[in-house]
């Protein structure tokens, strides 16, 4: 069993309680809009990430970080990417990928909404963990934690970090 921390929107801002959260995770993965590279510095020396850059992300995060992430965990293929879309809803960029890597988990970040929903026409998960920094319209910080076996997602959890403006 592989257990993940899943976190997107950090903006500059990582919230300590994150750590906590993900005490327990074998690795952590970030979809994008890291911004300050010591957010990117703090969670490499804290657990095995894999991560993309988004579209706030300057050329030292593009530098050190894909577009996209595609690979195959604990029997599951993934694709993480930061803009992407939804179920219905994909750019055209993420539409070709779907379809030509054919992932069973795709996961985005970028509109600062929590979303988990099937795509049952591709037999895809969609996640997209909302945003946990301070910056944004979204009212809730979230970040999502799960396992991988035997190429199933098992025991998802939402995690509410607390209201936006409301850091602890």
């Known amino acids: 069993m592989m257990r993940i921390g899943l976190l997107s929107d950090t903006h500059s801002y990582l919230d300590p309680k994150i750590l906590d959260h993900f005490a327990d995770c074998d690795e952590v993965w970030h979809a994008g809009d890291v911004g300050d590279p010591a957010v990117l510095n703090t969670l490499e020396a804290y657990k095995p990430i894999r991560a993309v850059y988004g579209n706030i992300d300057d050329t030292v995060i593009r530098q050190r970080l894909p577009l996209n992430e595609a690979f195959t965990v604990a029997g599951l293929p993934v694709l993480i990417t930061h803009i992407g879309g939804y179920p219905g809803r994909?750019?055209?960029?993420?539409?070709?990928?779907?379809?030509?890597?054919?992932?069973?988990?795709?996961?985005?970040?970028?509109?600062?909404?929590?979303?988990?929903?099937?795509?049952?026409?591709?037999?895809?998960?969609?996640?997209?963990?909302?945003?946990?920094?301070?910056?944004?319209?979204?009212?809730?910080?979230t970040v999502v934690r799960f396992a991988i076996e035997g190429g199933r997602i098992e025991n998802l959890e939402v995690i509410e970090l607390g209201l936006r403006g409301q850091i602890d």
């Open 90 to 141: 994909y750019t055209s960029r993420v539409r070709s990928l779907l379809d030509d890597l054919r992932p069973r988990l795709y996961i985005c970040g970028h509109s600062h909404i929590l979303k988990v929903m099937m795509d049952k026409q591709r037999g895809i998960l969609h996640i997209n963990p909302g945003a946990c920094g301070r910056h944004g319209f979204h009212r809730m910080r």
